[in-house]
């Protein structure tokens, strides 16, 4: 399927906070019922090799939803994850003292390089046309000192069915019902990414995911 390039979504557009808010809960939804933020934790954890405290940046990481829910699972197991929230857009609401807000771009983190353990995104880098992208790939593992996790779409014609009719049950808002099949159509593959990190001069190591619609790319 070739990638719907210049497609905008209405998340890429100038939004009312409420619907933003809306739209991002809906988002947030599906990804913590349908194992993108499995996949997300699993790969920090390995990245973090078992360390009690880890910093984690979760760039795009919207109104903080995987942030909270990253954190209380670190201390239910005993353990501190400290995660800082970096989106261009909207902050988290209050509620976990392990979780700061920095609003800033994707392709200009104001970290110093190694500031962080581990930098995750999470259905962010489709919404970045391929300069912005291999720009925000090299931004990410230049301030991640164990490594970086990208959690995105898989862009096959299965995928786009499963989210259209994901969306159309189990979200709310007309936003991300318009979204979430634009969003796998405009996914990177495997081998688009690849060489975006080439261009940032990053060697990912992808899995697929096609039960889950996932593509997984971690750089140590």
Known sequence: MKRAEHAVEFLDRPVSPDDRAAALRDVDRLNAWFGGDWLTRRAVRRLAGGAARVTVADVGGGQGHFA???????????GSVRVIVVDRDAAPAAGDPDVLAVRADATALPFRPGAVDVVTASLLLHHLEPEAAARCLGEMRAVARCGVVVNDLLRTRVTVALV?????????HRFARHDGPLSVRRAYAAAELRALARR????LHIRRYAALGRLVAVAR
Do not use: K, S
């Open 164 to 172: 259209w009719l994901a969306t159309r049950l189990f979200t709310r």
């Open 200 to 203: 940032a001069g990053v060697r």
């Open 68 to 78: 909270r829910r990253l954190a209380r699972r670190a201390r239910r197991r005993g």
